[in-house]
């Protein structure tokens, strides 16, 4: 049995319809096994929260950062509401043992996958707070759970890319610009494996895959940043 009360107590907000909140938490793929359940699932909630969420955290940077550039303050913004930051604050509040999942779904612990659905969840919840609190509710849980990020954010520069971020610490400590090589590619057109390799110069620092050359690179640039040997 799922406590919701328990769970309100940690989100610090006692809704008005409690049944906004359980529906935050219900997967598309919960209802395919349970038709009569008696909640929709989360994805219409999700849709506003995600609303929600951008401009109460655009607000809030454009306000409190009145001389920083706008490429600077967009940078922050989607370092604080994409997937993995919302899965970690999912997983701060215990959000986890409260989804509704299906079968296959609850099985599926740790994965890509699953930090979606947390993510998404999370978003649910802010768009729960918003209807049944209204936008000053949702400011203070955003501003609480979710900008507090910030400031680790800046002081280890996680606003940057690993591809950026790599590029900054090469140039910092050698000078040389890293470049990017397509090692190997593999498999049919609709579901590729890219191997990229990371240079400094001739030298592979790293490797990464993906189902993109994109997605590759970043996975390699990341490989590269756990690399003290360059």
Same mark, same amino acid.
């Given at each position: 049995?799922?406590?919701?009360?328990?769970?309100?107590?940690?989100?610090?907000?006692?809704?008005?319809?409690?049944?906004?909140?359980?529906?935050?938490?219900?997967?598309?793929?919960?209802?395919?096994?349970?038709?009569?359940?008696?909640?929709?699932?989360?994805?219409?909630?999700?849709?506003?929260?995600?609303?929600?969420?951008?401009?109460?955290?655009?607000?809030?940077?454009?306000?409190?950062?009145?001389?920083?550039?706008?490429?600077?303050?967009?940078?922050?913004?989607?370092?604080?509401?994409?997937?993995?930051?919302?899965?970690?604050?999912?997983?701060?509040?215990?959000?986890?043992?409260?989804?509704?999942?299906?079968?296959?779904?609850?099985?599926?612990?740790?994965?890509?996958?699953?930090?979606? #659905? @947390?993510?998404?969840?999370?978003?649910?919840?802010?768009?729960?707070? $918003? +209807? /049944?609190?209204?936008? =000053?509710?949702?400011? %203070?849980?955003?501003?609480?759970? #979710? @900008?507090?990020?910030?400031?680790?954010?800046?002081?280890?520069?996680? $606003? +940057? /890319?690993?591809?950026? =971020?790599?590029?900054? %610490?090469?140039?910092?400590?050698?000078?040389?610009?890293?470049?990017?090589?397509?090692?190997?590619?593999?498999?049919?057109?609709?579901?590729?494996?890219?191997?990229?390799?990371?240079?400094?110069?001739?030298?592979?620092?790293?490797?990464?895959?993906?189902?993109?050359?994109?997605?590759?690179?970043?996975?390699?640039?990341?490989?590269?940043?756990?690399?003290?040997?360059?």
């Amino acid at each position: 049995m799922k406590d919701f009360a328990k769970l309100e107590e940690i989100l610090d907000i006692k809704f008005k319809n409690p049944d906004l909140l359980k529906q935050s938490v219900v997967h598309r793929s919960y209802l395919n096994e349970h038709p009569d359940f008696e909640l929709h699932h989360n994805e219409r909630l999700e849709f506003l929260g995600d609303a929600v969420l951008e401009i109460i955290v655009t607000e809030i940077l454009f306000h409190e950062f009145m001389d920083t550039p706008e490429g600077d303050l967009t940078n922050w913004r989607a370092s604080l509401v994409n997937y993995r930051m919302l899965a970690e604050v999912a997983n701060e509040l215990g959000l986890e043992k409260y989804l509704y999942l299906s079968k296959g779904e609850s099985k599926d612990k740790n994965s890509k996958a699953r930090q979606y #659905i @947390l993510a998404n969840a999370m978003e649910a919840v802010i768009g729960a707070i $918003y +209807l /049944d609190q209204g936008i =000053k509710p949702a400011k %203070k849980f955003v501003k609480a759970f #979710i @900008l507090s990020k910030l400031d680790n954010i800046l002081k280890n520069k996680l $606003y +940057l /890319d690993p591809k950026s =971020k790599f590029q900054e %610490k090469s140039q910092e400590t050698s000078g040389i610009t890293p470049h990017y090589k397509v090692l190997s590619e593999s498999g049919p057109d609709h579901a590729k494996e890219f191997v990229v390799g990371l240079y400094l110069h001739d030298e592979l620092i790293s490797q990464g895959k993906g189902t993109s050359k994109q997605e590759a690179q970043v996975a390699a640039a990341e490989e590269g940043l756990k690399n003290k040997n360059w």
